[in-house]
């Protein structure tokens, strides 16, 4: 399955980014300015995430644990816990390989 991509036509770096995908790759690219029916329906199946930028591409977080640790700056140790699963927008990417990248370095 392909991803999620927010785009701007009128943003050079947003077509230089949908100009570089290969082909077939099963991708959703939506206009964000132009196709108000797509942006509705993304709207309101990923209420929490908006672009600030384009190209956004979407990802998914899985839960993340997060062990006990000493904040660097203040020395206070703050407790291990859970990142919850959530959607969010890698913005502005060079290409697909740095998405891939931020995925895997959850």
Known sequence: MGYIILHNRQDAASRDFVA???EGGG???IEWYTDAAAVSEFLST???VYPSA???VLIH?????VPEAADPVSGEIVPAHTI???WELVRCPADL???A???ADW
Do not use: C, T
């Open 97 to 99: 390989a740095e998405v």
């Open 27 to 29: 991708h959703q690219i």
């Open 46 to 48: 990923y209420p929490s």
């Open 61 to 65: 977080r899985a839960d993340k644990d």
């Open 84 to 86: 919850p699963a959530h």
């Open 101 to 103: 990248a931020i995925e």
């Open 54 to 56: 384009f190209p956004s």
């Open 20 to 22: 570089g995908l290969p």
